[in-house]
């Protein structure tokens, strides 16, 4: 069964400050990953995806992922952070045998300090 | 084009009670998932409908349920309401071309009292 570890619960960075969120998952071949955003009362938004290919991949508000097959592990970054990204980050798998049934991490809240 | 659309954005029901929620998935989109999001449990996969078929289901008692309908949009039903059932209700909405990525909707508040 597929799965997905977001260590970090929570995060608080300053703006204009670098962030990585972590994102580590389990499964058995080469899955779909994915990073979504949720702000406060509303549903989640696409940041990025991988499916194959480049293993960095660029997404949407300056963020980029990338893929590390020998960790199983697809990171989520932003050089410098905007006070408007504080949100909750969802990083998602996607099986590939299992049509488009979604496993989720448990999120990471991210505060941005002024 | 629109995004996906999902009624009503708040509910309050009581124990016992049964409640229904309502989706429209992105245009020309077949496929309709939905997933429960609680603090305790996070996102979970309730079940996900493909041209009226159910084609996965997710670790539920049978008072969830669903359907599509041929406009490819989607309801669920959860009946005799538990406190516990007291969740953000997401439908995601997958197009057939594409990286094969799900657009949510704004989800559904529902509170059971």
Known sequence: ?114 | KAGVTQTPRYLIKTRGQQVTLSCSPISGHRSVSWYQQTPGQGLQFLFEYFSETQRNKGNFPGRFSGRQFSNSRSEMNVSTLELGDSALYLCASRGTSGGGEQFFGPGTRLTVL
């Open chain 1, 1 to 114: 069964a597929q799965s997905v570890t977001q260590p970090d619960i929570h995060i608080t960075v300053s703006e204009g400050a670098s962030l990585e969120l972590r994102c580590n998952y389990s499964y058995g071949a080469t899955p779909y990953l994915f990073w979504y955003v949720q702000s406060p009362g509303q549903g989640l938004q696409l940041l990025l995806k991988y499916f194959s290919g480049d293993t960095l991949v660029q997404g949407i508000k300056g963020f980029e992922a990338e893929f590390k097959r020998s960790q199983s592990s697809f990171n989520l970054r932003k050089p410098s952070v905007h006070w408007s990204d504080a949100a909750e980050y969802f990083c998602a798998v996607g099986a590939r045998a299992a049509g488009n049934k979604l496993t989720f991490g448990g999120g990471t809240r991210v505060l941005v300090k002024p």
